[in-house]
């Protein structure tokens, strides 16, 4: 047997989506111009699918500390902390991101999804039980696969199916730990924290949230879903990435819990890989000072979501069930998304298709990021593309506008 | 009907709720493959299964089981350890 012939049934459906146009997977950008605009194909491309919620990777202040962090310390640190060495500056950042969220301490990643990896499969050991969000990211379930922990699923959301799945762990011992996100990354939505957080509390367990798409993006100091809901001091972990709203790529984890930095010995997905280059560590230390320092960052984000999320909603698309910089359109079925989703590029405005198995409840999605950097008249551009092709495809509802939680409802068991 | 049949009912009631009407689904039916569901309908699934016995399936235990049949018999096990 071929050795992947695994994958013929991925390769048949790449290759019928490719048909409609081009790979989706293998979006070829020329160059890029700035935080909010490509060459595509020859031509300008206005971006709303880079995550680049607050615009900062062509930001003044993170580019000049960049390079002078590379003309310092080198192109690389050619090896892991704990076998190679800590730089200055590793530890510069993990101080910086522990008195941004008032915690006692940092860790830093080589990646957001390292960081996720790392920490949820460390923290959950054997006769622990690891309660997960359905509709969690990749880099959770993965965790959960590395850890030694059962783990158990509860309905999107629903403080009170977890509350449930906990009760019917009465009787087993170790720890519970629960993980959840700030906002989902499909449907932009927002995690129920201030339920979550109080079933933690009365269930005794350990609270995770992983804030990748609301740093810098939610809470009045950028701190996230957390910093919004009022529940900071209920949470023992918040994971995030320095890959969207602080331009670069990496991760982290911060906590209160003594002996936290134990972890740094523990942890196979950080001991294990090459640590951050200076170049990152610079621009991510750079960014942070500027989301520290400039709440309009955070404002904007918000604004420009919200009046693009509205006037979508207005123009009869079935969008995501609350305004956030992540705006989904529901599309009728898998191809219209995949026509959808060429058209307006072929128009001049990139999004993200996303289509099952990596959307909940099966939808296929046209998935818009919106940055603080979006300016009205690219705002507009789009929604006016977008509008002109929902037409064209004739999927705009004409009737009462639907949210795509109403959208999406399932069947109920 | 023994304890397992009743599940094994069950489950299939739950699963032809999901699939197209004409799609025939007994204790040989495997999960995944078969009825056309992706992974994610399938973990969707296993949320109505789990709402209506009343427990947790660990997701380890999902992806040892490949027919109804095989999920039957995990429910019987789960739901005699629960006891």
Redesign the interface.
């Known amino acids: 047997m071929a050795l992947l012939s695994k994958f013929d049934d991925m390769r048949a459906a790449l290759q019928a989506l490719a048909a409609g146009g081009r790979n989706p997977f293998d979006v070829r950008f020329e160059k890029i111009l700035s935080a909010t605009e490509a060459v595509l194909e020859g031509r300008p491309c206005l971006l709303f699918g880079t995550n680049n919620y607050l615009g900062l990777t062509f930001d003044e202040s993170c580019t000049a500390a960049s390079v002078s962090s590379v003309l310092a310390a080198g192109t690389g640190t050619t090896g892991s902390r704990i076998a190679n060495g800590t730089y200055g500056d590793h530890v510069l950042l993990e101080k910086r991101i522990a008195e941004f969220y008032g915690k006692r301490a940092a860790m830093i990643f080589t990646t957001g999804y390292q960081a996720n990896l790392g920490l949820i499969s460390t923290l959950a050991g054997r006769d622990d039980h690891l309660l997960i969000d359905a509709d969690s990211h990749a880099s959770i379930y993965d965790a959960c696969k590395l850890s030694a922990a059962e783990v158990i699923r509860f309905r999107h959301n629903d403080a009170e199916d977890l509350a449930r799945r906990l009760r019917r762990l009465k009787n087993h011992p170790g720890n519970r730990i629960i993980v959840t996100e700030g906002i989902f990354s499909m449907l932009g939505d927002s995690a129920r924290l201030r339920e979550i957080a109080s079933v933690k509390r009365e269930m005794g367990a350990t609270l995770i949230v992983d804030e990748a798409h609301s740093l810098g993006t939610r809470g009045k100091n950028g701190r996230g879903v957390c910093e919004d809901s009022g529940v900071e001091s209920e949470v023992d972990f918040v994971v995030g990435t320095f890959s969207k709203s602080l331009g670069a790529i990496g991760g982290f984890a911060v906590s209160d819990l003594p002996d936290f930095d134990l972890l740094r010995i523990a942890c196979r997905p950080y001991m294990f890989t090459a640590s951050l280059p200076p170049a990152v560590v610079g621009s991510v230390t750079a960014a942070l000072s500027r989301i520290s320092t400039d709440a309009s960052l955070g404002e904007r984000v918000r604004l420009n979501s919200s009046k693009l999320y509205r006037a979508l909603a207005q123009e009869g698309f079935a969008v995501g069930p609350e305004p956030n910089p992540i705006v989904a359109l529901k599309m009728p079925d898998k191809e219209s998304a995949v026509r959808f989703w060429n058209r307006i590029l072929e128009q001049g405005v990139y999004a993200n298709l996303a289509l099952p198995p990596a959307t909940p409840g099966s939808l296929s999605l046209i998935r818009c990021s919106i940055s603080a950097a979006h300016s009205e008249a690219q705002i507009n551009r789009a929604l006016s593309v977008m509008a002109a092709v929902g037409r064209e495809l004739g999927i705009l509802n004409p009737g009462p506008k639907k949210t795509l939680a109403q959208a999406a409802e399932r069947v109920p068991a | 009907m023994s304890d397992n049949n009743s599940i094994e009912a069950g489950v299939i009631e ?1 699963l032809a ?2 699939v197209r009407a004409d799609t025939k689904v007994t204790a040989d039916t495997r999960i995944v493959g078969e009825l056309g569901l ?4 399938v ?2 699934f ?3 299964v789990e ?2 016995f ?7 235990r999902v992806a040892e089981v490949q027919t109804i049949g095989e999920l039957s018999v995990a429910i019987q096990t789960l739901k005699r350890a ?1 006891r």
Do not use: F, G, Y
């Open positions: 739950l709720r999901r992706d992974s994610v309908a973990l969707d296993i949320q109505d709402d209506r009343d427990l947790s399936i660990p997701l380890e629960a």
